[in-house]
Structure formats: structure tokens, C-alpha cells
């Protein structure tokens, strides 16, 4: 036994011998960033730190959005970026690494990875996501907790469930059926549950079809533990707690942060009183326990850690997840733009190259150790010093006609250019949604300046989501790179100049407008409220779309033939396994790598489904003329979708089309595969969303209630106000403006003041105004209490005889 179920017996031996206060002040961290000790019971102190993508282990002043000082650690690429690389092993030793360091600084837990599906682009938080497809999360997300938890530190698959936009994430309620919850919203954390049980799973802030995810018993027990078999302990995420006693009903066992012990009382008195039985406490106890034993492991598991080996092997990582999405011959010339001769005369345009944004604003944000310029990196391939303009502000991106015209005359004189731009930190962050799909206007403008004055440009894009690129026909190449680390400048220049050959694939889709988002006229929802109508139709998965660059796509400095589809059998039952091949060829000059894609169809099916769907991914490396067969194994979960009306997968029989391609546009082979199933399908027949010219959904509200199967449920009223109104809402009264310019002012004291920087003010003021109200007391450091915060409900809602006994009840307490 490995993980938590390994310190099983011996934790319930400890909790066997704790009082009943005891066992309640160990359903609460100690502070920000601990667990409980109990001295008596040689019960350590565990540390748990912010990820994924980097340690940030803070020294002073915690805070939960990454400000106050934290230790050097290695930045690798966000996940976004991470994605990219499609490449399982990859992320394995990335996680080791992150474990390594981790282990090295007495860190029990590292708060990561993040597979919430990528719904729409806007999603602020996008670039600690994964993917839009489930299974490409779940598979990265499994490894990468593989190889953190090798070198004995935990993991926390976060945020579960639902979590799709930072728009009210911490009250609204997303209505969403559950048929696309399980295929969708809950796949990916299934497969990182079944094949890597993370030590922990951590509970998002939203409520989930009217219930908090911290609270919702379907969620937590029905199906994390008792379907899929978690072992670990659940943690809320940070201030996500609601309601303390019944989340532990319901499985929340660990809340944080500590709030100095108002939640354990009532704990301790729920048990007492007779709402809540005790050995659901000894159980939650137990699985918080288990966690710091293994923590008191740390030191056996600890060994110095060479950074610049880090840093050398973020460079690596970074130059994996780079993902070429053009490259042409200018006009006059015979070949390619790319890779670039080192004897070129070279102009660099974008402060980007000397200011790099190499990761997101927010709970993620991670103190490097070092930090690769890619103008330093492209200078040292080159024979002469590369000319340079700023082309923008790299903090805000405002308008600026000087800086234009100097990036046009720097272009004009150069032999090729490289123009760095995306999207500054102002534009997206945790906190606070993306305003639009659009590049800064300056960063537009730059590009079709230079372009302008230089057929030879290569753009550079440093962002954690999809962008439109109105000019994407001018430049001759165009690299996404992503939010790519610390290293990810050198890592920019390593592809520039063909010292690695881009293999990054597109892990989500980059649309051509927001036309084709599906989830587009329902996001961020209304109200309190975010229905998901479009259902399945997410990403790729939308029928009858023409985007910019499709899921799975991606150029090579090489090319790859595929041939030889082979099945196992062309006539199967549901439940046989089905065993596929295909030969891919190198056949180009240089070694290279391609991510062969296995898509699977159902083309008539009494349920609306996607026109295909990823069943499997390889990522294979050839040498010029070489080739690999590469093999992929399918069982029922293949074919199957969910019946909720059944509550259980079916497979409905029939034909499905087997295809393999190298993105979810180019299908290179295709097969039919005949699948016989016994299942029994009660779910009636479901139209779906319907689908608009030019991109777009239609859900009706009968067809969207079909979906859940019950009628589409009202939007919580604003008024009257309780514990889980937000700042800003009242903020339109009186008392409550006075309230919120009192909050938000010692928001930004608490976490160690933004200065000048308006990326920071903009995360700090948001995070305020949304904010619910029960929240100031979780974060308020003992300031403000729950009592209070319940007296000041009273006054906003004018009830002044209760607010009375509110408040003669806290002077007698």
C-alpha cells in the first residue's frame, strides 16, 4: 500500500485516542498554509504550499495570491503550456522535479495540478488548466501526479467540480445536466483519480446544480469515493467553506485556512448535539492524519536539489511545448522562414523579449531562481548583435504611435524579424475573467507594422489562452509559446534557430471568433447563475465550425506519413477490447516527433454526441526516414456515453468510425469498427444544442430542460442579503459601500499592497467585489467574525430588532 491508505490503521489508532476537541480542531488547518500537531500523540506540523507549475513556499505574510515573499523555486511552463507538449513522460519528470524541490523545503502537499475543462477562453485562470478534452487532462494530470508523489510529497487535484470561470467563483451556481458533468466536467479528474489517487483533492468555491461543492454529498462520497475509489482526504480550497458541519457530512474533511477555531466549536457541538455522528468525524480525522504522517516522512525523502539542472531542464520542457502554427517562405524567398540562420541580420521587436511574461498573475505565481531573456538567448545563436525596438509596454500595452513607428524603421533595416507580443498581465489572471478574445490594439497594430515593412517576421505569442490574430495571413511564421517558465525565453531561441524542432500540439481550440465558442452566450452567466447549455459541445467537440487552428494541431520542421490502420477485429461486443495500429513515417530531413491522434465517431446515435471524440494519444520520436508502429488499446468506456436516466455508461450498438489524424481536422486514417452492446438505454432521445450558421448554439429552455432532465431552475435572488452575498452586491447600499471600500482596502494591506501595478490593483479590487461575505471571516485573520458578519446582514436587510439580538447576544458571548 502506498499513500494515505497506507497510514490508515495507524491514524485511526490516533484519532481513537483524541478527545472530541482534539478530533475537531484537526478538521481545521493552523493557520494559512498548516496542518493540525498534536505534541502528545507525536502528531507533526505538515506544511502545504501553492503549485502547480512551481514550489511557492511563502516565508512571511501568507497570502493566497501569490504576493508576499516566497523561497527561489523552479518556474516550469504553466499548464497551458504544459499541455502542449502532449507528452506523458514529460510531464512525469516535471512532476519528480517539482516533488524534488518540494521534498527539499519540508513542503508535505503541492497544491496542483488544475484540470478544470477549458469551457471557454475567457476563463482567466486558463493558463493553469489543461485542456479542453478531458482525457488529454486526466492522462497529463495522472503522470504529473505520479512524479510528485514519487519523491513522497503529496498532491492536490484541484478544483473540483465545475470550476470554469473566475466570474463568482466562489458563489455561482452552475447548472449543468449530468450527462455532460460525467463525460465532460468529471473525466478527467476520474482518470487522475483511478490512476494516480492523489494524496488529496481540493473542492472549488462554486456551487454545482444549486449545492457548494464543499458541501455536495453526490460530488464528494457518491462519486469520488464510492464510485471511483478515492483513498485521500478532500480539502476545501482556500475560504471555500460555507457551511462547516454539513460539508463534513458530506465529505469535506480538511477546511483551510484555519480561522482560529469558530468552525471547529461547531464541530465539537454538532457532535454533541447529536447532528453529526462521530465516526464521521473519526473518519475525516483519520484521513488528515494519515496526510501528516507521511509528512513526518519528509526528511528520509529530502535531498539537495540542483537548481541550474532545473533550470536547464525547464529550458527543455519549454522547448517541448512550443507550438509552431505557421511556417512559410516570405515572398521572394524559396523556403521556409524557419529555423533562422545564424548569420541573419535580426531585428527583435516586443518588450516581451526583455521583459518576458513567463507565467500567470495569482495563487500560482512562483519566485524563479533565474530568468531567461530571449533577447540575450537569440543574441548568443547569432552571428551579429540583433537591432531592437520596445514596440509596447510590456505592463500595459497602452496605445503609442512612437513606439510604432520606431518598431517600423527598426524592421524596415533588418534582414528578418522577431516580434514578441500577447497578452500582458492586466489582460488575464486568476480573479478576474478576460474581457475579450482580442491581442492589446498595440500589440495588433505592431504586428501589422512590421509586417508592413518586412516580408520576413516570425511572431512570438506569450499568453495563457487562445487569441484572435486578425493579421495571422502577414507574418511568413508564428510560434505559440505560451506562458513558457523561467527558461522559456532560451527556449524560444532554441526553436527560432532549429536547435530543437517544435512538436507542441494544440490542447485546445483556437477559435476564429467568439461566434464559435459554444459556451459564448451563456458565459459567464447571469445573476448567480452560469447554465451550461451547450452541453457536450466544447472545443472541438462543436460540429460545423472553421476555427483559426484546430484541437491537436501543430507544424515540424520535418513530415509524417501514416499508413496501416489495423483492428484487432472489425466486429466486436461492447465489452471485448479492440486493439489498433497505424505506421508513422519520418519523411523529412531532421528527426522530429509527432502526437498520433485516435478520434472515435458515432455517427447515428439516439443521443446528440460530438462528431468525434479523442480515445488516444502517442507522442513518437523518428529519425529521418524512420518509422514506428504505433498501437492503442479501446475498451467499452471508448464507445460508451453516460445514460443518466440508467445512471450508469452504455454502449448503444452500431457502427463507429475508428480515426487516427494528426489534429481533430486532419484525419490521415479512418476504419468502421461494428460494436454489438446488450445495454439497456432509457434515456429518451435527446436533440441537443442546435447548431447556428457560421459558428454558434441554439438551447432553448425546453430543449436545455430535457437535458436535465427537470426544469431549468430560477437564479438565486440578489436580495435579501445573507452570508453568501458578495462585496459588490452590498456595495449598492449605504452600509454596504462603506463596508466594501473598508474590504477592499485591507484586502490590498493584507496582501502586502500592489503599489503602482495595475495588473495586481485590478485582481485585488476584483477578488474583493466578489468575494461573499462569510469569506472576510475565513480570510480575516480573527478580525471579523461570523457572528459579526451575521449582525451585519441583519442591518443591510433593515432588520433591526433581530440585528438587536444579534448583537446582545455577541456582548454576553
Not at 477546511?255 to 466549536?265: C, K, R, S, T, W
Not at 520606431?406 to 489582460?427: D, H, K, N, S, T
Not at 515540424?556 to 477490447?577: C, I, K, N, Q
Request: charged fraction near 20%.
Amino acid at each position: 500500500m502506498t499513500g494515505i491508505r497506507a497510514k490508515h490503521n495507524e491514524a485511526m489508532d490516533l484519532v481513537a485516542r483524541m478527545t472530541l476537541e482534539e478530533k475537531a480542531t484537526f478538521c481545521s488547518g493552523r493557520g494559512f498554509w498548516h496542518l493540525e500537531a498534536l505534541p502528545r500523540l507525536d502528531i507533526p506540523r505538515v506544511m502545504v504550499t501553492d503549485g502547480p507549475h512551481g514550489l511557492r513556499k511563502q516565508t512571511r505574510g501568507a497570502d493566497h495570491v501569490g504576493l508576499n515573499a516566497s523561497v527561489p523555486a523552479t518556474c516550469f511552463p504553466t499548464a497551458s503550456a504544459l499541455a502542449s507538449s502532449w507528452d506523458i513522460a514529460l510531464l512525469e519528470r516535471v512532476g519528480e522535479a517539482l516533488g524534488r524541490e518540494s521534498a527539499a523545503e519540508n513542503v508535505a502537499v503541492l497544491l496542483g495540478p488544475g484540470i478544470n475543462i477549458k469551457r471557454h477562453p475567457l476563463c482567466g485562470r486558463n493558463f493553469e488548466y489543461y485542456s479542453e478534452d478531458p482525457l488529454l487532462s486526466g492522462e497529463l494530470a495522472a503522470a504529473f501526479i505520479r512524479g510528485v508523489q514519487s519523491q513522497g510529497v503529496g498532491t492536490s487535484l484541484k478544483h473540483y467540480a465545475v470550476n470554469n470561470q473566475e466570474h463568482g467563483r466562489m458563489y455561482v451556481d452552475a447548472i449543468v445536466d449530468e450527462r455532460t458533468l460525467r463525460e465532460l466536467y468529471l473525466k478527467g479528474f476520474e482518470i487522475a483519480v483511478k490512476r494516480s489517487q492523489p494524496w488529496t483533492v481540493m473542492c472549488a468555491y462554486n456551487r454545482v446544480n444549486g449545492t457548494y461543492c464543499g458541501e455536495h454529498d453526490w460530488l464528494l462520497n457518491r462519486v469520488l469515493r464510492d464510485e471511483w475509489g478515492f483513498e485521500g482526504l478532500v480539502v476545501s480550497d482556500w475560504g471555500a467553506t460555507n457551511d462547516r458541519v454539513r460539508g463534513l457530512a458530506s465529505g469535506l474533511d480538511l477546511e483551510m485556512p484555519g480561522i482560529g477555531g469558530a468552525n471547529d466549536l461547531r464541530v465539537h457541538d454538532a457532535v454533541l448535539g447529536g447532528a453529526l455522528d462521530e465516526a464521521v468525524l473519526d473518519r475525516a480525522v483519520a484521513r488528515n492524519v494519515s496526510v501528516s504522517l507521511l509528512g513526518a516522512e519528509l526528511a528520509a525523502n529530502a535531498h539537495p536539489v540542483d537548481l541550474d539542472t532545473h533550470h536547464q531542464f525547464a529550458r527543455r520542457v519549454a522547448g517541448e511545448c512550443i507550438v509552431m502554427l505557421k511556417n512559410d517562405a516570405p515572398a521572394g524567398a524559396g523556403a521556409p522562414l524557419l529555423p533562422l540562420d545564424a548569420q541573419v541580420r535580426l531585428a527583435v521587436i516586443g518588450e516581451f523579449a526583455k521583459r518576458p511574461r513567463f507565467q500567470g498573475t495569482g495563487s500560482s505565481q512562483v519566485q524563479p531562481t533565474r530568468i531567461d531573456c530571449a533577447f540575450d538567448a537569440i543574441s548568443a545563436y547569432l552571428a551579429h548583435e540583433p537591432v531592437y525596438a520596445r514596440g509596447y509596454d510590456a505592463v500595459t500595452s497602452d496605445p503609442d504611435e512612437a513606439l510604432l513607428e520606431e518598431a517600423r524603421q527598426v524592421a524596415a533595416g533588418a534582414e528578418a524579424v522577431v516580434v514578441f507580443a500577447g497578452l500582458p498581465g492586466i489582460y488575464e489572471s486568476e480573479g478576474f475573467d478576460r474581457d475579450h478574445l482580442n491581442l492589446p490594439v498595440q500589440h495588433d497594430r505592431l504586428i501589422e507594422v512590421v509586417c508592413e515593412a518586412n516580408p520576413s517576421v516570425v511572431v512570438v505569442l506569450s499568453n495563457g489562452a487562445p487569441v484572435l490574430m486578425p493579421w495571422v495571413d502577414r507574418p511568413a511564421a508564428l510560434l505559440e509559446a505560451y506562458l513558457g517558465g523561467q527558461a522559456g525565453g532560451g527556449a524560444a531561441a532554441d526553436v527560432l534557430f532549429g536547435a530543437v524542432n517544435p512538436s507542441g500540439r494544440l490542447a485546445e481550440t483556437f477559435p476564429a471568433s467568439r461566434k464559435q465558442v459554444g459556451s459564448d452566450p451563456w458565459f459567464p452567466g447571469s445573476g448567480r447563475q452560469v447554465c451550461y447549455r451547450e452541453g457536450l459541445y466544447v472545443g472541438y467537440r462543436q460540429p460545423g465550425i472553421e476555427p483559426l487552428f484546430p484541437f491537436g494541431f501543430g507544424l515540424s520542421f520535418t513530415t509524417f506519413d501514416y499508413d496501416g490502420l489495423r483492428m484487432s477485429a472489425a466486429d466486436v461486443h461492447a465489452d471485448e477490447p479492440v486493439a489498433v495500429s497505424c505506421t508513422v513515417r519520418n519523411t523529412g530531413n531532421v528527426a522530429g516527433a509527432e502526437v498520433i491522434q485516435l478520434y472515435v465517431a458515432d455517427p447515428e446515435c439516439r443521443v446528440y454526441r460530438p462528431h468525434r471524440e479523442l480515445r488516444g494519444f502517442r507522442k513518437v520520436r523518428l529519425e529521418p526516414g524512420g518509422s514506428a508502429e504505433v498501437h492503442f488499446d479501446l475498451d467499452r468506456q471508448a464507445f460508451a456515453f453516460f445514460d443518466a436516466d440508467a445512471g450508469q455508461w452504455v454502449v448503444e450498438p452500431g457502427e463507429f468510425r475508428i480515426e487516427i489524424g494528426a489534429s481533430s481536422l486532419d484525419i490521415r486514417l479512418s476504419a468502421s469498427l461494428s460494436v454489438h452492446s446488450d445495454d439497456e438505454i432509457r434515456t429518451p432521445a435527446v436533440a441537443g444544442p442546435t447548431s447556428l450558421p457560421g459558428g454558434g448554439l441554439a438551447v432553448d429552455d425546453a430543449t436545455f430542460a430535457d437535458m436535465l432532465g427537470r426544469p431549468v431552475p430560477p437564479a438565486e435572488l440578489v436580495r435579501p442579503f445573507h452570508l453568501n452575498s458578495s462585496v459588490s452586491e452590498i456595495g449598492t447600499t449605504w452600509l454596504g459601500s462603506r463596508v466594501r471600500r473598508r474590504v477592499v482596502a485591507g484586502f490590498r494591506a493584507q496582501m502586502g499592497g500592489a503599489g503602482d501595478d495595475p495588473v495586481l490593483n485590478r485582481m485585488f479590487e476584483t477578488m474583493a467585489d466578489e468575494m461573499p461575505l462569510r469569506a472576510l471571516a475565513l480570510f480575516g485573520g480573527g478580525f471579523v467574525t461570523l457572528a459579526q458578519l451575521e449582525l451585519l446582514v441583519a442591518l443591510l436587510n433593515h432588520r433591526y430588532l433581530e440585528a438587536v439580538r444579534l448583537y446582545l447576544r455577541q456582548r454576553r458571548s
